[in-house]
Structure formats: structure tokens, C-alpha cells
Nanobody, 119 residues
Framework: QVHLVESGGVLVQAWGSLRLSCAAS????????MVWFRQAPGKQRELVAD???????NYADSVKGRFDIYRDNPENTVYLQMNSLKPEDTAVYYC?????????????WGQGTQVTVSS
């Protein structure tokens, strides 16, 4: 059984910083990709940043230069360091991973963590 558990979402003031964590646990052989998505009220879920097994990263234009995604490989944990936060960053942030386990390769989602940025 594989689980993704996010943490770190809180209420923060604009221009503040926050770090989200997503820990993957279970019979994981390899992490192919880990991704942070977010969904604001009334909007579609959107990709924020991703990191593949080789370490390459990708960011949405709206967060480039402000957010940083990185991994702690031994712990199968991905972090999203968010700086210079804006009210429009307010959303539920979800962690997604495509994992190779001892039995299959499949997608997993976390439960989401709320980030609220006040102006």
C-alpha cells in the first residue's frame, strides 16, 4: 500500500514564504515523477511544478522565480518552497506521483493541503 501525505499548508501574509512537503511511503522501487498541482475555488486544477527521477524540474510560468521544487530521494519526499507569495497563490495544493512499486507502476494523489495567502 502506497500513501502520499502532504503537509505545510497554512495561512500566510502576502510576500511571505512557506514550504510544503509530500512524503511517499510504501513498497516504492522508483519514483518516476512527483508533481505539485493546485486548485483555487472555482478554477481548474493546474500544474505548479514537477520533478522527474533525473532531477529535472518544470514550473508554471506564474510561479517561476518564486517557487522551488526539490526532492529528498532517500525519503521519497518532495518539497515545494514558495517565496514571495501572492493572494492568487491561494489554493488547495495536491501532490501527485507516478511510482514504480514492487507490483505495478501507477499514479497516486495526496489528500491536499490548503494554502491561504492574505493581502
Amino acid at each position: 500500500q502506497v500513501h502520499l501525505v502532504e503537509s505545510g499548508g497554512v495561512l500566510v501574509q502576502a510576500w511571505g514564504s512557506l514550504r510544503l512537503s509530500c512524503a511517499a511511503s510504501g513498497n516504492i522501487v522508483r519514483v518516476n515523477i512527483m508533481v505539485w498541482f493546485r486548485q483555487a475555488p472555482g478554477k481548474q486544477r493546474e500544474l505548479v511544478a514537477d520533478i522527474v527521477s533525473g532531477g529535472e524540474t518544470n514550473y508554471a510560468d506564474s510561479v517561476k522565480g518564486r517557487f522551488d521544487i526539490y526532492r529528498d530521494n532517500p525519503e521519497n519526499t518532495v518539497y515545494l518552497q514558495m517565496n514571495s507569495l501572492k493572494p492568487e497563490d491561494t489554493a488547495v495544493y495536491y501532490c501527485y506521483a507516478n511510482l514504480h512499486t514492487t507490483s505495478s507502476v501507477r499514479d497516486y494523489w495526496g489528500q491536499g493541503t490548503q494554502v491561504t495567502v492574505s493581502s
